[in-house]
């Protein structure tokens, strides 16, 4: 696996993509840090490894990390850390920390104040999963890079409307 930093992993069962990871400290600056470091991440995949980011999926990332990181720091007191791997046309993003826990995802009630960053998440990525290991649990989204209405031009050579767009050509 090729680490976006320019180091290597040998593990030969190591999905192939570019990869970085960060330790979390326990302070709250730790979410804007992880934030400025995803950023920043994708910023270098985009520029030295060519890899086409949009500007949505960077505004995605972002709040999907700070969403992460935010119940990590919350709800689990130990070491964590947060890993951002792109694989295809995805960025994944893991927050690993030390609680045996699987956080509960409420379901939507719009009266409910705080408590939605699970269904933001669940509701932006294209995939998301929690997985409970021995010192832990790991939770994982993964967000596509391409804006969907980046799409290319149909059959008649016209680019898609975004939905909702009723307006006649």
């Known amino acids: 696996m090729q680490s976006i930093d ?15 990871a960060m330790p979390l400290s326990g ?6 840090d ?9 910023g270098r995949a985009r520029a030295e490894h060519g890899v086409a980011v949009s500007a949505r999926a960077m505004d995605v990332t972002q709040l999907v990390v700070s969403e992460l990181v935010t119940n990590a720091r919350k709800h689990a007191p130990g070491p ?3 890993e951002l791997r792109v694989t295809g046309a ?21 009266q409910r104040i705080g408590r939605h960053g699970l ?3 669940q509701a ?3 995939e998301f999963h929690i997985h409970l290991e021995p010192a832990g649990k790991r939770v994982t989204a993964r967000i596509a890079l ?11 050579g016209r680019l898609p409307r975004p939905p909702g767009d009723t307006c006649s050509a």
């Open 119 to 121: 269904e933001i998440v």
């Open 90 to 110: 995805l960025v994944e993003v893991t927050v690993r920390d030390t609680v045996r826990v699987r956080p509960a995802v409420g379901s939507v009630d719009p």
């Open 27 to 32: 302070d709250a600056s730790c979410i804007a």
């Open 124 to 126: 932006l990525a294209e």
């Open 146 to 156: 391409a804006d969907p209405s980046d799409s290319g031009p149909d059959d008649t």
């Open 80 to 82: 964590a850390v947060m």
């Open 6 to 20: 320019g180091d290597s992993e040998d593990r030969p069962d190591a999905p192939q993509g570019i990869s970085t």
């Open 34 to 42: 992880a934030r400025q470091f995803a950023a920043a991440f994708l």
